[in-house]
Structures are given as structure tokens and as C-alpha cells.
């Protein structure tokens, strides 16, 4: 039973192009939670989704980021026009929960991570 | 502001030792409580979770306590061995007042532990 999984591992951009972050949860998880990690920082909220669905994005920049998860196919996170302080680790997270249950503990299982550098 | 505090950013101790981790928060009200390890260049990796209406929770030679009254949670690692070198992350979740879906985390604490 395959993990998360996240693609690329490492991601090289140049300030104003474009990057994307793939994340394919785990088997049977239609919950997909986007963090950041700033180097000597703690993870960071992003984005909630389900398929097709975004459910939190309070933790998401105003500009230039978005995010999806597609009835078929890899969430994406999508970074355009890339500036250096986007520099950091990227980590998806996935979980089986289910909405209905409203103290439903969320146990949340963590890809690898994708690093981007900007340069 | 909601706030985590990890007690202390590195903790060194010693082979057999127990490793007690702190984790403090304010101005929120988790419905839970998790603790997760990261290793370099990983991903965190579950290890234990506690609810607001749970004192203890045990798992091999961790222990987690929850106290909602101190805002606090503690993390234990009886007789650690160096594999358990890493750094440890509290996260917390199901705010009643905010967002169901997505977990706080504390910056970590960095664990080492000396042959």
C-alpha cells in the first residue's frame, strides 16, 4: 500500500516561471492538505481540498498560488511567476476523513516533501 | 493570535533516558492533539494522538498527556535509544472556533540522543 507521494522531489526555478507540485494521496484518502516549510520555520496551512472541492484556503497567498484536486489524476499546487522567498519545502498530506464527522480526528499522512529553490 | 510553543528548539540526553517534550499553546481549543516525528529531508510521520477528553494516551515507549486547563500537552520517550534522534512536532487540530480541516504544528523540537 503505497504512501503519499509527491513529484518532483526537488524543483529548481528561476524567479517568474512557473511551478507545479504534484501530490497523489494515499489509496482510499479524499483529503489532501498542502503545507509549507520555511527553513528553521514550522509547517504551515495552505490549502484543504477534496476532489474537486477546495475546502480551506485561509492559508493560501492571495497571488499567484493555486491549488486543485481533480475528480481524476495527482493534486496540484501551482506556484506562477515563482520569487525567491517562495524557496521551501512543500509537503502534501492526506487523510481518509470524513466531513460529516465534525470532531473527527484527523490524522493526516505526510509524502516526502518537494523542495523548490528559486534561484 | 492562536500560538505553539515547543518548550525548547533542541533537547540533548542521554542513552536509557527519558526525553520529555512540551508543547503550549493559547487562544485556541482543539478537539485534538497529535505528535509527529520528522527526520531530514522527510515528510512528518504520525505517531500519537490524544483528544481533549483524554488524560494519557501510551504507545510502546511513548506517552502522551493533554491538559486542557494548563493548555498543554507533554510527550515522552522512556529509555530512548539514538534511533529516536529527530525532531518532533505538536500539531494541533479541530479548533471549535475556527477551521475542522487543518492542523497548527509547533516549530519542533529537536531531540538528540547521546550513545
Known amino acids: 500500500n503505497a504512501g503519499v507521494m509527491q513529484n518532483p522531489r526537488h524543483l529548481v526555478r528561476r524567479r517568474g516561471q512557473e511551478a507545479r507540485l504534484r501530490c497523489s494521496p494515499m489509496?482510499?484518502?479524499?483529503?489532501v492538505y498542502w503545507y509549507r516549510q520555511l527553513p528553521e520555520e514550522g509547517l504551515k496551512f495552505m490549502v484543504y481540498?477534496?476532489?474537486?472541492?477546495?475546502?480551506?484556503e485561509s492559508g493560501m497567498p492571495k497571488e499567484r498560488f493555486s491549488a486543485e484536486f481533480p475528480k481524476e489524476g495527482p493534486s496540484i499546487l501551482r506556484i506562477q511567476q515563482v520569487v525567491r522567498g517562495d524557496s521551501a519545502a512543500y509537503f502534501c498530506a492526506s487523510s481518509p476523513r470524513e466531513t460529516s464527522s465534525y470532531f473527527a480526528a484527523d490524522t493526516q499522512y505526510f509524502g516526502p516533501g518537494t523542495r523548490l529553490t528559486v534561484l | 493570535s492562536q500560538k505553539i510553543e515547543q518548550n525548547s528548539e533542541a533537547l540533548n540526553i542521554q542513552e536509557g533516558k527519558t526525553a520529555t517534550l512540551t508543547c503550549n499553546y493559547t487562544n485556541y481549543s482543539p478537539a485534538y492533539l497529535q505528535w509527529y516525528r520528522q527526520d531530514p529531508g522527510r515528510g512528518p510521520v504520525f505517531l500519537l494522538l490524544i483528544r481533549e477528553n483524554e488524560k494519557e494516551k501510551r504507545k510502546e515507549r511513548l506517552k502522551v498527556t493533554f491538559d486542557t486547563t494548563l493548555k498543554q500537552s507533554l510527550f515522552h520517550i522512556t529509555a530512548s535509544q539514538p534511533a529516536d534522534s529527530a525532531t518532533y512536532l505538536c500539531a494541533l487540530g479541530g479548533d471549535y472556533g475556527g477551521s475542522q480541516g487543518n492542523l497548527i504544528f509547533g516549530k519542533g523540537t529537536k531531540l538528540s540522543v547521546k550513545p
Open positions: 489509496k482510499g484518502h479524499s483529503h
Open positions: 481540498l477534496q476532489k474537486e472541492n477546495i475546502i480551506d
